[in-house]
């Protein structure tokens, strides 16, 4: 797993010197588990030799896709919510510290954004992952805060424990979270918290855009429509899985 991780998250194909130095295993054991991983079809080897994702890692991937509930049940929801407000929609699920993107819905606009479905970025300064954040409670988010090594993004991001505290604090209190280019220069959104009834899934909604054009005052009238398609998707969840027993 960790070497899927390696060579799926890199930019590019991969030779095997590059994969060497970051994986922490010998030549020859690196050299029979990537062999081991192209014989399954999960790695496969380009004409120059490269190391890239495997078809059938993607085959396993698009069926896990395709039968992700939450994701189903949120999709016309995100659609609805692109709809009134023409910009980018992000759906993504907490995961440890950082936040995972479940599905996106472009922006009708001229210029969009870049982002992937499946790509993580760190909860503590995302709109996504502080909304999540806000509805853990208070020990979990202690234990989770505590853990967190916060590296600067941009001037805006969120410095240390107390900072992110103080503005989850707020979060709870408003029902919604911003990202004021505390991630991307450039990049602002407001998003929404998402938590499955037995508290085992948390997630958050969001609209994002540009920072000249998604202004303080469009995020604060955004916010609204973002919190009704976020409890939107709670109640249909709540009533896929029908009552509690």
């Excluded at 797993?1 to 590019?12: H, K, Q």
Aim: with cysteine; charged share 25%.
């Amino acid at each position: 797993m960790a070497l899927l991780d390696v060579v799926a998250l890199a930019d590019g194909p991969m030779r095997f010197t590059d994969i060497l130095s970051l994986a922490d295993q010998p030549r020859g054991t690196l050299h029979r588990q990537l062999s081991h991983l192209v014989e399954e079809g999960l790695l496969e080897i380009d004409r120059d030799g490269r190391y890239l994702i495997g078809l059938r890692l993607l085959t396993l991937a698009s069926r896990s896709w395709a039968r992700n509930e939450f994701r189903a049940v949120a999709e016309p929801h995100l659609h609805r919510l692109q709809e009134e407000t023409s910009e980018t929609v992000h759906l993504g699920i907490l995961r440890g510290a950082e936040v995972i993107y479940l599905d996106k819905v472009e922006g009708r606009q001229s210029v969009r954004m870049y982002s992937q479905i499946g790509n993580a970025s760190p909860a503590y300064c995302t709109g996504v992952g502080k909304a999540a954040l806000s509805a853990l409670g208070d020990p979990e988010l202690a234990a989770r805060v505590a853990a967190l090594e916060f590296r600067r993004y941009t001037e805006h991001t969120l410095r240390n424990a107390a900072e992110l505290l103080s503005d989850i604090s707020a979060i709870r209190a408003r029902g919604y979270a911003f990202d004021l280019e505390e991630h991307e220069s450039g990049i602002c959104c407001v998003a929404a918290p998402i938590r499955s009834d037995d508290g085992h899934m948390l997630a958050g909604v969001s609209v994002t855009g540009p920072a000249y054009r998604v202004t303080p005052q469009k995020l604060q009238a955004w916010a609204p429509l973002t919190v009704a398609a976020a409890d939107s998707i709670m109640m249909d969840m709540r009533n896929r899985m029908g009552p509690k027993r």
